[in-house]
């Protein structure tokens, strides 16, 4: 049976790691051949000084790539040593865009040492980029795209391809610009390729061009490539002209951190600046305390709310039975639609301006759930406790809880983005605790009301 691809590379971590300790360093660098990606996975799961001679092993091309794909912590961990030439130059060949992302990881000394050491183009390169907003499109942009005149002929594009084509981080868009660098149009290599040699750029371009401005919000540029299917998209200043392109690889990054983030926020918990066994035990403790406290906090109130109708429980027991099943019901709902909303905003299938159309669709759907559930809880109440009216007082409290948490799971999340901040700081347990309190109280509010009870 073939192997998987974790089989091959935990036997390739294997082989690694005996080669090091024969020091066979000549075998070694003959397995170092693979993709820089599986390099890096391998690098990643060596001790600090192996990963330092593996570095020694491969050659400067392999080494930036390598460099490239592995982990934050294991880059600045390797930086450490910066005084070494060859690592200086791996510094100062990665990609601007790549760059300026290591640079947000490192400590402020070691950047600024780091920068005293790169070429000055490089130095430059990666000063704009860390001149724009996190997280913005002019941040994860990389200035070394390919620019194009109208006015060139095919055979002079291909000719400036051949010639420049290996210090741009990708060819398959060549973008048209006018002598002041705005963007006038955009073509593919496989148009250019496929083009008579004598035709103008301008008469093959695509003047419709989709793009992004360097202001906005990396989610932006995601979802621009991910619609369009695009292998790049260029970044334009506020003038209009062409500053940088935003490509597929560093898109992929973006999603996935975008998604972790949103996970953990979604379950009460702030996202940590490293990766799980980096982080320190107080770091974790300071980044979950605060949700903890509040959600206890929280959580009190239905204790409280449980206290003021204890009169309510104690002139019929059987009520307090119901309670838990009550409060898990309409805290799923809720959270069914808060992950709908929160998902739909962030990746742009709705929008807020739609808010009372989302916002009527989530209450009916919660009314027609609350009426199925609350149906099947009142037989479920009757055949427990043998008597109608508490049956019907437990089946009401499902219609009215279950249509109420779909309003609060739906209405929290786009207040939020109302205001300008993530939806998903919204979290789950919060939703849910929220819903549990309201759950209580109209709960013994339809007790109150049906039964009589003073």
């Known amino acids: 049976m073939m192997s998987t691809v974790e089989d091959e590379l935990q036997h390739k971590r294997e082989t690694v790691e005996a080669l090091l300790e024969a020091k066979d360093y000549d075998a070694l660098k003959e397995l170092l051949q693979g993709h820089p990606a599986e390099i890096a996975e391998l690098i990643d799961n060596l001790p600090p000084e192996e990963r330092t001679l593996i570095f020694r092993l491969l050659n400067k091309d392999s080494a930036v790539e390598v460099f490239e794909h592995v982990d934050s912590a294991v880059q600045s961990e390797i930086l450490s040593g910066f005084h070494d030439a060859r ?8 990609s601007p865009d790549d760059r300026a992302r290591l640079f947000d990881e490192l400590p402020a000394s070691v950047v600024k040492k780091l920068l005293g050491h790169l070429t000055p183009e490089e130095w430059t390169a990666t000063l704009v980029l860390l001149g724009y907003r996190e997280d913005t499109a002019g941040r994860i942009m990389t200035p070394e795209f390919f620019d194009v005149k109208d006015n060139m002929t095919v055979e002079e594009a291909l000719k400036r391809i051949k010639r420049i084509g290996k210090e741009r981080e990708t060819i398959y868009y060549l973008y048209v610009v006018d002598e002041t660098r705005h963007l006038l149009g955009v073509v593919s290599l496989k148009r250019i390729v496929l083009s008579e040699p004598d035709v103008k750029i301008g008469e093959i371009m695509n003047r419709e061009v989709i793009k992004v401005s360097t202001d906005d919000d990396q989610e932006e540029v995601a979802r621009v490539i991910s619609d369009y299917d695009f292998l790049a998209v260029p970044v334009v200043d506020k003038e209009g002209r062409l500053v940088g392109i935003a490509t597929v690889d560093d898109i992929i990054d973006i999603i996935e951190e975008e998604a972790t983030e949103d996970i953990l926020r979604g379950s009460g918990v702030e996202v940590a600046e490293r990766g799980y066994f980096e982080s320190t035990i107080t770091s974790n403790f300071s980044k979950r305390i605060g949700w903890m406290a509040l959600l206890l906090g929280l959580n009190s109130l239905t204790g409280n709310i449980i206290i003021g109708h204890k009169e309510v429980i104690e002139g019929i027991v059987i009520l307090s039975a119901f309670i838990p099943v009550l409060i898990g019901s309409g805290g799923n709902a809720g959270a069914q639609s808060s992950t709908v909303v929160i998902r739909g905003l962030a990746i742009g299938e709705i929008d ?15 009314l027609f759930i609350g009426i199925s559930l609350g149906a099947a809880a009142t037989l479920w109440a009757y055949w427990l406790q043998g008597t109608w009216p508490i049956a019907i007082v437990v089946g009401m409290s499902f219609v009215f809880v279950i249509t109420i948490a779909t309003t609060i799971g739906s209405f929290l999340p786009m207040l939020v983005k109302m205001i300008g901040f993530d939806p998903a700081l919204i979290a789950t347990p919060l939703i849910t605790s929220t819903i549990d309190v309201t759950a209580l109280l109209i709960y013994f509010m339809i007790a109150r009301s049906l039964l009589g009870i003073d």
Not at 87 to 94: F, H, Q, T, Y
Request: aromatic share 0%.
């Open 352 to 366: 807020v301006s739609q808010g009372m159309r989302i916002l009527l669709r989530e209450i009916s759907l919660g």
């Open 87 to 94: 690592l200086i130059g791996i510094v100062d060949a990665m």
